[in-house]
């Protein structure tokens, strides 16, 4: 993690946040900017966190909405985001009222509310950027618009060098790194379930994106069965998963639960619970928030050898890397970890250390580093000009 200049500060912030995706839809960009809000607020500071919203009736009172997201592809996924001339009138009226010390804008370099808001606020802004996209050029390419917002930045935190590398290859421009939080007790610390058996392999993830690579996975799984190697395979996570039944054989369906999407409380349970966690993705990846849960619930983790993945495991002294799309050579070395119980227990233990790098008591207390560098001045956020999103034919 690089490292920030702590200045000083102990009086309490008002701090302005900005979800770029819908609330009430799962991701992890979500959840970190869920669990930062909450971090500050316990910390005793004032929080208020601006996004889009499908269901307006179960929000945190520090929670606002924006109104409801639309669909856009991007990055190999479907992103769901505000942004036009309502989103623009909505941010405007939150930055106003809001009398922040500081505004933190995520993923300010897509067509979201965190670019709106970085073209509306001056003063003490953050941005952090998470996506780690080299092949989407195109929303990168409109630097005449999307640069002098940039430029506007106090401070840019990137959550891996993965997103870092993307940041500076397409808009010439740095960052601190600083990696996505999880609270590693509550994954190491709660309930263990035998319903699966003690064999069981698990993957957690939005199943039906064809980048979280469970084609891959069952492939391997497959391979596995016609060895006559004794598993279970526990896929949680929302999507159809009619689809992959369907190509399956009996024998692997007969090994497999599909259990739709689960709460935080039972993922952690599963994750605790398997003899391994595989995450089998083929790209678009720039953190792996999943490794560092896996990881800290003590579950030996085999991953593709991503980029941002092998920057979780240490370059496999974590976890086991595998070459991406190949799932001969996964189904391989489930085998090898599956049956070696003294390589399962270092792997539990080395993923337990490492996965105290991710806590929340050290992210958060490097996050605020950069909370107290960009406030020092006593600067406060103030409405600017709207000049920017008319140039792309919006009206305030």
Known sequence: MDSVIVVPYNGKLRIGMVSPYGWDLPGGVQAHISDLARYCIEKGHEVSVLAPVMDEDHLPSWVQSSGRPISIP??????????????????????????FDLLHLHEPAIPSLSLLACWAAEGPLVGTFHASAPKQRAIYAVGPILEPAIEKLHARIAVSQTARGTL?????????????????????????????????????????????????????????????????LVIAGPGDSSIFREGMSIALRERTA????????????????????????TGGESFGIILAEALAAGAPVIASDLPAFRDVLEGGRAGVLFPT?????????????????????????????????FDWSVVGESIFDVYRLVSAAGEKVRLGSDLRFNRVGGKP
């Open 258 to 281: 599909f259990l739709g999407r689960v709460t935080d409380a039972r993922k952690q349970e599963i994750l605790r619970s398997v003899a391994l966690y595989v995450a089998p993705n």
């Open 168 to 232: 500076t290859e397409h808009l010439e421009t740095d960052a601190v790194v600083i990696p996505n939080g999880i609270n590693v007790d509550a994954f190491a610390n709660g309930d263990i379930t035998r319903e699966f058996g003690n064999r069981a392999i698990g993957f957690v993830g939005r199943f039906d994106e064809p980048r979280k690579g469970l084609a891959i996975l069952l492939e391997s799984c497959e391979r596995l069965v016609n060895g006559g190697i004794e598993f279970q």
């Open 325 to 357: 799309e190949d799932s001969q050579r996964l189904a391989e070395m489930i085998v090898e970890v599956l049956n070696d119980e003294e390589r399962k227990d270092s792997l539990r233990a080395i993923g337990r250390k490492r996965a105290r790098d």
């Open 74 to 99: 991007y990055n190999g996924a479907v992103a769901r985001v505000a942004f036009g001339p309502v989103a623009n009138r909505r941010v405007r009226k939150w930055i106003q009222e809001g009398d």
